[in-house]
Structure formats: structure tokens, C-alpha cells
């Protein structure tokens, strides 16, 4: 469980193909904070620490996760979002996040407005009922706030803080990005199906 506040850039070292898996090694300076057997956000996905050496550590991605996300596209010197789990003796800052990806959208248009910027993402319609105006959404590993929804896109807002300290930065038209709808809007949708609401 995370809540989609980066704590920090890590960058892609190595990127190895095991059968249908993919082995990645990640730089990142919280590396000695880590332990084996941790989950950590990359991106929004939630990935397994499985081995640590001085300031890298590699996880695994099997056929699953690469066919339902970006994982797929990383090539060394990537940077990605990361984020340790929630621990549940400090304050949620975003909003509850499981690092479970539901699709893949792409970035249509980036504007800058004059010390912030915002970003159109389109995704594929089938997930319309899943987001509502100024609801909140998990874009690569960050929690934000959405607004100008449509059926298959909506608009975030990034603050030059957020901008910096995640790899917003690098987010450029036609690049994609990962996103997880909000969990508790996922169970109410599912509940409304279920009773024919």
C-alpha cells in the first residue's frame, strides 16, 4: 500500500530478459534503506526488492505486469518515481494507492502556464466510470487531482515542487504513463454493477 508521494528519482542501471520476465537493477540513494523482500512504487507499480548491492537494488516484473504497464518501455538511464510502502504510524498525504497499474495512458499535450504546468492524458474509454472531476488518480506513482474529465481523458496540474522532485519533468507528448484509477471509486463502481445500479 503506498500513497502516491514521491519520496525520491531513482534511474535505471540495468535491464535484464528472463524468459517472459524482465530483471531490472535501480540507482537510487535510498538503496541502504532498503531491505530484501520490501515492496516500492516505481512508477506506481509495486515491485519486490530481491537483492541490494551498495547503491542498487533489483526487483522483477513478470508478463502480468509488463503487458499492464510502461514496465515494458524502460531502457537504462530511465528515471522513475519511487515511493517505500505506507507505514501507518504517519499521516496519508495523497490518497490510498496499491501500486496495481490498470492501464496504460499516453500524454496528448503538455502547456506550461507560468511557473506551473498542466498535462492532457488520454486512456482508453472503458475505464470512464472509474474517475469523477477533482478526483484523485495515480499518474505514474503520484497522487494528483484531476479535472476537465472526458470519457477518455482528463487533465493534471503539476506544481513546480512536484515537477522537480518527480520525473514530470521528463513527460513529454506521446510518451506513456501508468495509472491507477482510486481504489475506494473501483469498489463502489464494482458494488453498483453487482446490485444493477
Not at 519520496?7 to 535510498?30: F, H, M, Y
Not at 519486490?48 to 509488463?66: C, G, L, R
Request: glycine residues 8%.
Amino acid at each position: 500500500m503506498f500513497t502516491g508521494i514521491i519520496e525520491q528519482l531513482g534511474t535505471i542501471a540495468r535491464v535484464e530478459k528472463n524468459d517472459s520476465n524482465i530483471t531490472l537493477t535501480i540507482n537510487a540513494a535510498l538503496t541502504s534503506e532498503l531491505r530484501i523482500d520490501q515492496s516500492v512504487s516505481h512508477n506506481g507499480i509495486c515491485l519486490t526488492v530481491e537483492s541490494i548491492a551498495e547503491n542498487t537494488y533489483t526487483v522483477t516484473a513478470i508478463d502480468e505486469t509488463i503487458k499492464k504497464t510502461s514496465l515494458g518501455y524502460w531502457k537504462k538511464g530511465v528515471v522513475v518515481n519511487l515511493e517505500r510502502c505506507l507505514r501507518f504510524d504517519g499521516r496519508l498525504d495523497g490518497h490510498i494507492v496499491q501500486g496495481h497499474v490498470d492501464t496504460v495512458g499516453i500524454c496528448t499535450e503538455v502547456i506550461e502556464k507560468q511557473g506551473s504546468w498542466e498535462y492532457l492524458i488520454e486512456f482508453d474509454k472503458k475505464f470512464a466510470s472509474l474517475i469523477i472531476e477533482k478526483g484523485s488518480i495515480c499518474l505514474n506513482g503520484i497522487s494528483l487531482t484531476i479535472f476537465n474529465v472526458t470519457e477518455n481523458s482528463f487533465t493534471v496540474a503539476i506544481i513546480p515542487y512536484t515537477y522537480e522532485h518527480t520525473n514530470m519533468h521528463t513527460l513529454d507528448i506521446n510518451n506513456f504513463v501508468n495509472i491507477e484509477f482510486d481504489m475506494i471509486g473501483k469498489y463502489v463502481n464494482r458494488m453498483n454493477n453487482l446490485t444493477g445500479n
